[in-house]
């Protein structure tokens, strides 16, 4: 059954690289804040916009980020705002694939919002930030293991199909080769992503496993896709074929909750000690 949804939760992170106006380079990362809140009272002023926002466009709450003072690691809170009372402007943002899914920029104007819907203290947002990638890290590789799973299974089928030189194209040792090598990375990329998940449920931090998840599964979700759209050959760049569909979805993969290099950044501070970022 399909449990019914009466209300969307949008989690923003991001912020676009853009010139604030107090003249300050701000990048696309959690930290700084691209939105500012200025505490007056019972209210906070909020101003400001997020970028690459999921369901931005459906989403009738808003937990933003908040920037609410000068401290670089203690000075970002979570504010949650009502689309309906507060009021927050939705631009959708055109994508390559995944366009059933909005994503969107939202644009806030001095919004008045209750210190009330503050959550959790002021200030502390950050750690809980963080954490909440470790899990999402992980949500995004399992969308990838899918994402490959399918387009391994489509290049199986078609090359159990397709016939040249007198056999299925599967018995060409070369097409055999992609196969292994296309099953064998889907393969351990569920496996990584499973071995974070056991962290999690067992209530550990997970943030080298779910790195090494997210790196290996979306970096192995675009090559598997691109190899299976090279086995149906001319017919893998037409839409009467998934696989040219799940190529496009493949390369969105290692953008979310932090880029391919970003991930080997964390592994590499896990394993050191030392932070290159």
Not at 44 to 69: H, P, Q, V
Not at 75 to 80: A, K, M, N, S, V
Not at 162 to 186: D, F, N, P, S
């Amino acid at each position: 059954s399909i449990t019914p949804c009466r209300s969307l939760l949008d989690p923003p992170t991001n912020q676009p690289g853009e010139r604030s106006k107090h003249g300050s380079i701000l990048s696309g990362n959690l930290c700084p804040s691209r939105v500012n809140s200025q505490r007056k009272s019972t209210h906070w002023i909020i101003s400001g916009e997020k970028t690459w926002i999921s369901n931005g466009a459906y989403s009738d709450f808003l937990i933003c980020l908040c920037r609410t003072s000068d401290d670089p690691r203690d000075g970002l809170t979570q504010i949650l705002i009502d689309r309906r009372e507060h009021g927050y402007e939705v631009r959708g943002i055109d994508k390559i694939a995944f366009n059933s899914q909005s994503t969107a920029q939202i644009f806030l104007d001095d919004v008045r919002v209750p210190v009330a819907n503050t959550i959790g203290e002021e200030g502390g947002a950050l750690k809980r930030t963080l954490a909440h990638f470790e899990k999402s890290r992980a949500f995004v590789a399992m969308q990838a293991v899918g994402l490959a799973r399918r387009a391994l299974e489509e290049a199986v089928a078609y090359a159990k199909g397709r016939r040249q030189h007198g056999k299925v194209i599967a018995g060409h040792q070369l097409i055999a080769a992609m196969l292994a090598e296309m099953a064998t990375q889907v393969d351990a990329a569920r496996l990584l992503v499973h071995r974070a998940a056991q962290l999690f449920d067992a209530g550990e931090r997970a943030e080298m496993e779910a790195a090494m998840a997210k790196y290996f599964a979306c970096e192995a979700a675009v090559t598997v896709a691109r190899q299976a759209v090279q086995i149906h050959g001319g017919n893998g760049v037409t839409r009467d074929f998934l696989v040219e569909k799940l190529a496009r979805e493949a390369i969105v993969c290692p953008i979310p909750e932090g880029t391919t290099q970003i991930q080997q950044l964390i592994i590499a501070r896990a394993l050191t000690g030392v932070a290159a970022f």
